[in-house]
Every structure is written in structure tokens, then in C-alpha cells.
């Protein structure tokens, strides 16, 4: 069995070909179990999330993924999520691989906003705004730039130190990249604006975004956490990762249902209608959109193949 750690997912996984392969699993016939989703009680701190999260392909393979949310590790320097994914063969059961489920999660996530991007965003959207510092910032960078032409980078973060350590770390990825002091017109200014923070509250507002703006909303994966306010769900067409997902787990979405704001029907698609081409995304260039994901463990089985397959041709051709 390989054990492919951090460092291995992120050279088997390269995002051209990642957002390709979450893109065959939306279409494909994956079975999705739906995921046990469990609340942990952590003393003195925000309330931590445990996930597990099965998927298969019949006759090929099948995985699952364990993973942890505590976000009271940012006083400790840690990383919030943390995780593992096993990768069998569904045709014997043999465990084929284990798999860093942070960095597993982290990509496969980018790439899935990256593919719902080449759908919902302008085909010519230049100006990235990427809200929060974890992990998951350098990814979408590296994500979104792999499907638009991407000319400048910003990074807001409600700490400017750690603002300004995504934004060194990010000039590896692209040569135009800088700290948004000023959260309001960075999203006035920019063509996408992708959120991964753990908010609790709206950080984006809907009056903000200029036409033809697109909002990639990730971090609120609990139906009491937010990114945005009713404003901007009320003025965007809405897609999701997965309708069961996303309308039971993502605040941005359940709350604004719950108060009446917006009716289940305003969601138009989500990613597996966009992948097949049964929709066709964004209908104009002033239309602003508005993607909510919370996972999907298909997405994860997506990437963990990916980093399988690649691992061994890599070991294949060494040997």
C-alpha cells in the first residue's frame, strides 16, 4: 500500500489535471453515500467538526475520508483540518493507499471552485480577490489561475501578518500579488472573489460586487456560519457543489432560505449539471454568480485516484 504524505498529493496533483478530474467524477456514476457529520465539544472553544466521508466508483475503486475542523488551532499555530483518506479497490477491497487528507482536501477543493469558475466567471476575469490565510489561499491562487488569465493577486485576512505571509508565500505562484487593506474595494475591484475563511458572520457584501462579478463561497460549510449577507445571494445566480450539501450545511444559503429571502428555487444548478453541460453557467457578462460548496466526497475520490495513479507511474518509472 503507498503512504503518499503532504508533499506527494501536491506533486501528484497538479491542477490542470485535477480540475479535469473532479470534472469526470461530476460526471460520472459515483455513488455518494451522504456523510456522517458529527459536532465535537472542545473546552473553551468553538465547537469542532468531524466528518466521514465514503465514495465509489463500482468495479474501480472506492475511499473514505476522516477529517477534523478545529478552528480553536489558530491560537495554537496548528492547522485546522486535518485528516486521512484510505483508497481501496472496489473490485477486491485491497487498501491501495493511504493519503494526506488535509492537503487532499485543500486541492481537491480549489479545484472544484476553479471548475465551477470556468463555468460561472468571466471567461476574461483578471483580478482575483482571495478573503482568509489558511491553507486553502494559496490553492485557489494556484487553482483559479489554472483556468483564467489571471493578472493580479489580492489577499485579505483579518490578521495583516499572516495577510502579508500568504502574500510572500504567493509570489511564488504569481508575480502580481498584494495585501487588500481595505476589504470593500478590493471586492468593488475584483472579477472573482473567492472566501475561505471560518466566519461566522458576513465578511462580503452584496452591494459591493460590480457587475459581472462572481463569488466563490467555501468556508461556511455549517449552517450557522457565513461569508456573505442576503444582498449578495439576492442579487446573483446561484449554483452549488451538490444540492443535498449545500441547502442542508451551508449557512450562506440555509439562512437567507430559512428568513425567506430566497426560495430553494434560486439555486439553478450545481456542479454536476454544469460538468455534463445540462446547463451552460453564466448567461452574460454583467450577471453576477454566485458558487456555494461544502464538499463532496466524490471530489475527494476524484483527487485521491488522481494522486494514485499518478504515485505509481512515478514509482513505475523510477523502478
Known sequence: MLILNETDVRNATAFPELVEAVRTMFRSDCKMPTRHHHSLQVPNEPDATLLLMPAWTEGRYMGVKIVSVFPGNLRRSLPSVSGTYLLSSALTGQNLAMID???LTARRTAASSALASRFLSRADAKILLVCGTGRLSLNLIEAHGSQRPLEKVLVWGRSTEKAA???KLASR?????SIARDLEAAVREADI?????LSDA???RGAWLKPGAHLDLIGAFTPDMRECD?????????FVDTYEGALSEGGDLVQPI???VIGRDAVKADLASLSKGEHAGRSGPDEITLFKSVGAALEDLAGAILAFETSTRLVQSDG
Open 258 to 260: 430559512r428568513a425567506g
Open 173 to 177: 505562484l504569481h508575480p502580481n500579488v
Open 165 to 167: 505571509e500568504t502574500v
Open 230 to 238: 442576503d444582498e449578495a445571494v439576492s442579487r446573483a445566480r446561484i
Open 101 to 103: 487528507g488535509a492537503e
Open 202 to 204: 458576513p465578511i462580503v
Open 193 to 197: 472573489i473567492s472566501c475561505a475563511t
